[in-house]
């Protein structure tokens, strides 16, 4: 179910949406560490309805949270945002590169 889902949100041409899942204690874990919002709701047709927080997480290479880009933000903005981060990540890589040859 979580993979045609997800499906809906794939763009063209581009990268896949990936959808995690885990037991209800790892994903209430990862929802407190981002401090998301997940919110069950009765509904009459559908039986419930989810409310979440919509957005874009960046993270960079070591895997740790660098950003939100919220729902609605322009284009525009997220390049800015991703082109700071992919500089930022740049720098540490030639950093490090330069530390190691020195040692």
């Known amino acids: 179910m979580l ?3 997800v499906a809906a949100f794939a ?3 581009g990268r896949p949406v990936i ?5 209800a204690e790892a994903t209430a874990r990862l929802i407190s560490q981002l401090q998301l919002v997940a ?3 009765p509904s009459g047709k559908a039986g ?8 874009v997480f960046l993270f960079d290479g070591g895997g ?4 939100v880009a919220p729902f609605g933000q322009s284009a525009a903005d997220l390049r800015s945002d991703l082109a700071i981060l992919l500089a930022e ?3 540490r890589q030639t ?4 530390l190691s040859r020195a040692n």
């Open 3 to 5: 993979k045609e889902y």
């Open 11 to 13: 763009p063209a041409g």
């Open 19 to 23: 959808g995690l899942r885990g037991n």
């Open 39 to 41: 919110e069950k709701r």
């Open 48 to 55: 419930y309805t989810l409310d979440h927080t919509a957005g």
């Open 64 to 67: 740790r949270l660098r950003g």
């Open 89 to 91: 990540g740049a720098s």
């Open 95 to 98: 950093a490090a590169q330069r």
